[in-house]
């Protein structure tokens, strides 16, 4: 009696063999045969095996942590996807690498920018620039090699004659006052604000940046 | 271990630059039922320029708008956006102490550098659209995303708060003790210390001073609503990282908004105003609640010794209740001897004292009975 | 005192009650919340089992719910919703190993390659949490694609078809892959009881 293969064996104990002429004739040798029989039911086994602990979390994995990260990176890829769609424009006009490559980094940019403010620590907000670099270019349908993020510091400052943005040790400044008797304000949620008096109108103005969702 | 945020627009290196030219004409964009009308834009010379990984606008427009509502204006916000996506792309211009009737036009300038990714389209124009207009009997209308209306609030109450301390001063000892108290609140005013301060995200260490954790001291203010119990923050050198606090809702009121001022001493027994922490809440009447922040204040050196911070003082500069309502502080409050030096003036004393300086005693007299 | 507030819309509204638009997005806000409550642990298994590291298993568990989530319409059926989500999460994990350059999914393994010796016998695994570390190290035995393939077919119960879909292989591949992956996980098994059958005696 010439027996099945292991593979048609290991196919049939799964209900996945191909063609109805094949599965009948496997099936009536098992049903004769007490080794295949023995084989299908040893690897029927070993597909219940897989089913049973593939529920099980890897040991030594803080369960409750992991998914309030995962929860909380979600709504925060999702926000920052809601951003980036303002910036969206077809990719047939936009046929440049350079363009696609900045959008991924903006799409950095705005996790982190979102990021700090649900307080993510950094190796967290880095699982989640990855995960919207890949949903980016998905998006786009061309394979981009996003740049490294380097590691650089956003600084904030104010000081009486400007609001300054330093990154790269580049300072970009931000806020030109028209008159005197500025008076300088930062907040820690994420704003600084120059008040003044506008010498043309006599107006209390205050100029106010922000690095977040107010 | 302070976690670090890391962030470049710079690597964007390498890409093309497209070709930035032309004014930063700014596209206005408000409702159909807005109370206040743009007359005309004079984009000025505002311009865009590239540099390095982003584009630098630099706005310098002046509009005219005008009242459109039947009720008097005393304050106007509005947000200015680039780009919502990297730092330095959104702003907002306020103007506060205002006093436009129905029908009467207003100037708003526009003065202001935004940033957008390099690769975003020129063609984009910047918008302007309005965040909040409050009136004067304390409505408001607007999206209120930028929380205008509680900025706006507040200033408010402070510009009623001193209009009439001023005027008490006029009724009590005339125009010449209206002087002298004026002249005295500006030369406080340009005494005042003036600290140059940087917000770090992420509270990284950057300099290799021992940290040590130092209690906050506080000002109790008799009236005020809150009630501050307990602060720590941990302060290394010229850093001050991670301050925690925790109040209580001493009124009968909820609370869903506060804002505590921060003064620091440095090590030359000087103090300056460094910053506010902000805090929504919903705190219920006799409730306590913490206030958390992990940002880094850092004070950098600007010739002379470097600034060595000892301590610290915390004191409620703002309060707003669940109704809308919000409490600000006395001016006998503020005319402890701590406050006094640190504090800057209302938006609505700064306008008196301009109109001080530029017409003289009578204009700022004539000015204090209008209201 | 009581502020009022209007808004851009011009609904007039005192503070604190909520406008119907406000209870849509927060009813919105809700399902969102617990799509994700409900389907996180098992999409993050899927995943994980595939790629084999809880480090990349986060960020494409939070890759698959951003993309299912961004076309929220389709969260009104919860089943056909986890289901969907379940294609999106095998996708996200198998483009994640094609893109690695590691795996080509449409190349058939030997079945020949010696297999290592097990650290542990099924009987020194008394206790659950080494019972289940122990049948994971036999997945550790598979191919990528042949555990990717196995997965799909025995866990999350896809037919061979669909299987192929997502492998982007042909049906023939995806069942060479199944099989492979039973009779490895098979002979696994029985070395190791083998083992500790010699070891008793």
């Known amino acids: 009696m010439k027996h099945p293969s292991e593979s048609q064996l290991a196919l049939f104990a799964g209900g996945d063999v191909a063609g109805y002429w094949e599965r009948w004739l496997i099936s009536r040798h098992v049903s004769r045969c007490g080794d295949c029989q023995a084989e299908v039911r040893a690897l029927s086994e070993a597909s219940q095996q897989v089913r049973a602990v593939a529920p099980d979390l890897p040991a030594d994995l803080n369960w409750t942590r992991l998914a309030d990260e995962m929860t909380g990176n979600i709504r925060v890829g999702l926000a920052a996807g809601e951003a980036i769609a303002r910036f969206d424009r077809p990719a047939a006009r936009r046929p440049r690498l350079g363009w696609n490559a900045a959008l991924v980094l903006s799409c950095a940019t705005a996790v982190f920018v979102v990021a700090f403010w649900m307080s993510l620590p950094q190796p967290q907000a880095q699982h989640l620039i990855a995960a919207l670099q890949r949903i980016r270019s998905e998006r786009i349908g061309s394979v981009v090699k996003p740049a490294a993020a380097a590691q650089d510091e956003v600084v904030l400052e104010a000081s009486s004659s400007s609001i300054d943005v330093r990154e790269n040790d580049r300072t970009m400044s931000l806020t030109h006052p028209r008159s005197d008797g500025v008076t300088v304000s930062v907040s820690l949620r994420g704003s600084a604000g120059m008040r003044y008096v506008d010498a043309d109108t006599g107006q209390v103005t205050t100029n106010k940046v922000y690095y977040a969702e107010p | 271990m302070p976690s670090r945020r890391f962030l470049s627009l710079a690597a964007a290196a390498g890409l093309c630059v497209s070709a930035a030219s032309g004014a930063a004409v700014p596209k206005i964009d408000l409702p159909k039922d807005s109370p206040v009308v743009v007359l005309s834009v004079d984009p000025g010379d505002s311009s865009e320029t590239a540099r390095g990984g982003a584009l630098l606008l630099d706005l310098h427009a002046a509009l005219s708008m005008r009242n459109a509502s039947q009720r008097r204006i005393h304050g106007i916000t509005l947000a200015v956006t680039a780009q919502e996506i990297t730092p330095g792309g959104k702003g907002s211009v306020t103007i506060t102490s205002l006093d436009v009737g129905p029908g009467e036009t207003f100037p708003v300038r526009v003065d202001m550098r935004l940033l957008r990714p390099l690769q975003a389209s020129s063609n984009v124009p910047v918008e302007i659209s309005l965040d909040g207009v409050l009136f004067e009997d304390l409505s408001f209308y607007g999206p209120d995303k930028l929380s205008s209306r509680r900025t706006m609030t507040v200033s408010e109450f402070e510009a009623r708060r001193d209009r009439k301390y001023f005027k008490s001063l006029l009724a009590e000892g005339g125009a010449e003790r209206l002087r002298q108290e004026i002249v005295e609140s500006m030369a406080r005013q340009a005494d005042r210390p003036s600290l140059d301060v940087q917000v770090v995200r992420g509270g990284r260490a950057t300099n290799l001073d021992p940290e040590k954790q130092v209690q906050f001291a506080f000002l109790h203010l008799p009236d005020s609503p809150i009630e501050p119990m307990e602060g720590v923050a941990r302060i290394a050198g010229n850093e001050v990282r991670a301050p925690r606090l925790e109040v209580k809702n001493r009124s009968d009121r909820a609370i869903r908004y506060l804002e505590m001022g921060w003064i620091l001493r440095d090590h030359n027994g000087g103090e300056f105003l460094a910053g506010s922490v902000p805090a929504e809440l919903n705190l219920a009447p006799g409730k306590r609640s913490p206030i958390l922040e992990s940002a880094t204040l850092k004070f950098p050196q600007r010739g002379g010794q470097p600034l060595a911070i000892e301590g610290m003082t915390g004191f409620v500069s703002s309060v707003e209740f669940a109704d809308g309502s919000v409490w600000i502080p006395s001016r006998a409050d503020l005319s402890s001897a701590q406050l006094q030096h640190v504090m800057a003036p209302s938006d609505e004393e700064q306008r008196l004292f301009q109109i001080y300086r530029k017409k003289g005693l009578k204009a700022l007299v004539a000015e204090l009975n209008k209201f | ?201």
């Open chain 3, 1 to 201: 005192m009581t502020v009022l507030v209007r808004t851009a819309e011009g609904y007039m509204s005192d503070l604190g009650a909520p406008s119907e638009l406000e209870a849509s997005q927060r009813a919105a806000q809700e399902l969102q919340n617990r799509f994700v409550s409900d389907n996180l642990r098992r999409i993050f298994l899927l995943i994980y089992r595939i790629v084999q590291n809880v480090a990349d298993a986060q960020d494409l568990t939070q890759e698959a719910f951003i993309k299912a989530l961004q076309r929220h319409e389709q969260l009104k059926d919860a089943e056909k919703a986890a289901h969907w989500l379940s294609r999106i999460a095998s996708n996200t994990a198998i483009d994640f190993l094609r893109r690695s350059g590691k795996v080509n999914f449409c190349e058939i393994d030997s079945l020949v390659e010696p297999l290592r010796e097990p650290s542990e016998s099924p009987e020194q695994a008394v206790l659950r949490s080494e019972h289940r570390a122990y049948l994971e190290e036999g997945l550790t035995f598979l191919t990528e694609r042949e555990r990717t393939a196995l997965l799909l077919r025995d866990v999350e119960g896809l037919g061979a078809d669909e299987v192929a879909e997502q492998m982007n292989c042909s049906k023939a591949t995806v069942r060479s892959h199944i099989a492979n992956a039973r009779i490895k996980f098979r002979r696994y098994m029985d070395r190791t009881r083998r083992q500790s059958g010699r070891k008793k005696s």
